[in-house]
């Protein structure tokens, strides 16, 4: 490698203390396809020197082996590793690439420029002090320009350069660059960017990017490298933010150390101050700030270290700690952003994993308020969020927890949505403010509870939850099973269907956002009628399995019999008593479960009942044998 200072020759051990003391500074490059983001960090490379001889002799073969540059060194290859990438000339993923200078460290991220690859500038630029948004001179300011400035304006990054490359392609003119700066400057004021810096550049032929260009004596501002070297990194803004430490682990290495490990997100913390922990809201005093290497005076944005309190309180791994002067705000809903990252849209009503920190909760998009237009800025009205569309939404979630708003601190602020099944990370997400709501309903006691009501009528209150495609016979045998309870004299009640979309879901359709509504409420339904001590059966299609588990979710163990009514499509379809396969084979009935809208079966339900080649009789004889092993019937049976 060619060398960065002339320590490393002299006096390495002075160099790597130097080197340990730098700051550090990320940054990404965006904006449009083909607009020489690669080209553009593989120079900073090269000029800092930070590339081994093999990697230089590497790229300049593969230069010549590809041939987009002529006989000149194509400084995009040392960024696009992926296959794919290089035979295309574009960027897919997000690329990472670290390098220094005598002054700072920096880690850069390349993101893609075509639009479907949005939720990779997103995951490139969720961590980022610098955006370099790069406009090519001869193409001026195009909608994907506009749809990377919005979103780094939505994920709170403080300083920009506009970038204007290929100069050296337009002559060096002034005029373009003044033009572009009018454009864009235009543009940035109609989104709340006001800290934008202007650099006319050639990535290609280096100029402007570490030393002036004499081809451009009109430009009279900072290089690319002066400005990056200089500008404030967001470790020393957060440092006059108030304290906040998530706690990632509680370090217990034996009986006589109990200490809350963690980085900090922001501010200063020193023993002897006074702190609360979020949302339990117990209080204490710091008694030590621990780390590898001693016992540290005070501690500031972007250290990790582990405290030890003066009171034994209780803490988890997900708490926040906070100063008692300002202390964190604790909600459990919120006005939000949503970026969707997945194929499967995003569905209201439906649940997720919601990850802020080090904790995981339940959440649900109680509301999708507007979808918003990256290209012009409209508030457009969405019942969904498809791949790569940004949401303004409603959120509530199953516990309260601490949290600051995003613009005030990314840590504290931003989340990540996890889908409960496939594990995937489906969203990401900024939190604005709690909602009104929130802090002005809360549980109301009451004397009289489940266990009293059930107790009244001999029974184990439960959810009998009928599933399974249309024409399987599931109001059939759950209307027959509530006949016979109702002889024996159990309580129950009957959610069919049919039956509560005349009422209650009479404004639901049949889409994918309408199927997962309707199962919603009718679970919530359930849930009051299990604490009212009744045995509910809901006779459902609930296609969905995250809708199922949410069901099973809201009572407790024990309480959800999930039953499986098991028929085969052809069987189901021969016998279909209302016409609708017939419809939907026709095409004259949209989204029909088995048809054109898929039924996922469960796996491991409580009963399965193969109806195929068994009358209504003798499948009920086995549900109401299994309510009976199950403790369920108790003795009126």
Partial sequence: MAHVSDLIATDIEQYLKAHEHKSLLRFITCGSVDDGKSTLIGRLLYESKMLFEDQLAAVEADSKKFGTQGDAIDFALLVDGLAAEREQGITIDVAYRFFSTDKRKFIVADTPGHEQYTRNMVTGASTADVAILMV??????????????????????????VAINKMDLVDYAEKVFRDIVEDYSAFAAQIGLDNVTFIP??????????????????????TLMGYLETVEVDDARMQRAPFRLPVQWVNRPNLDFRGFA????????????RIRVQPSGRESTVARIVTHGGDLAQAVAGQSITLTLADEIDISRG????????????????????????????????????????????????????????????????KTLELNAIGVCNLSLDRPIAFDAYQANRDTGGFILIDRLSNNTVGAGLLHFALRRAHNIHLQHVDVDKAARSAQKHQKSCVLWFTGLSGAGKSSIANLVEKKLHALGHHTYLLDGDNVRHGL????????????????????????????????????????KSERRMARALVEEGEFVEIHVDTPLEVAESRDPKGLYRKARRGELKNFTGIDSPYEAPESPEIRLDTANRTVEEVVDEVLSDLLQRGILGSKV
């Avoid at 290609?204 to 081809?215: E, H, K, L, Q, V």
């Avoid at 501010?267 to 101050?273: A, E, F, Y």
Wanted: hydrophobic residues 45%.
């Fill in 505 to 544: 879901n009479k404004d639901l359709g049949f889409t994918d956002a309408d199927r997962v509504e309707n199962i919603r409420r009718v679970a919530e339904v359930a849930k009051l009628m299990v604490d009212a001590g009744l045995i509910v059966l809901t006779a459902f299609i609930s296609p969905f």
């Fill in 136 to 161: 090519d001179a001869r193409k001026g300011i195009l909608t994907q320009t506009r749809r990377h400035s919005y979103l780094v304006s939505l994920l709170g990054i403080r300083h920009i350069v």
């Fill in 319 to 382: 708490d926040l700690i906070s100063t008692v002067e300002a202390p964190a705000e604790v909600a459990d809903q919120f006005e939000t952003t949503i970026v969707w990252m997945h194929d499967e849209p995003l569905l209201a009503g439906r649940p997720y994993l919601l990850k802020i920190g080090a904790k995981t909760v339940t959440a649900t998009i109680t509301d999708i308020k507007y979808q918003v237009n990256v290209n012009t800025l409209e508030h457009v009205a969405a």
């Fill in 262 to 273: 963690g980085q900090v997100a922001s501010g200063v913390i020193r023993p002897g101050d």
């Fill in 201 to 222: 550049l050639s990535a290609f032929r280096g100029d402007n990017i570490t030393t002036p260009s004499s081809a451009m004596p009109w430009y009279h501002g900072t």
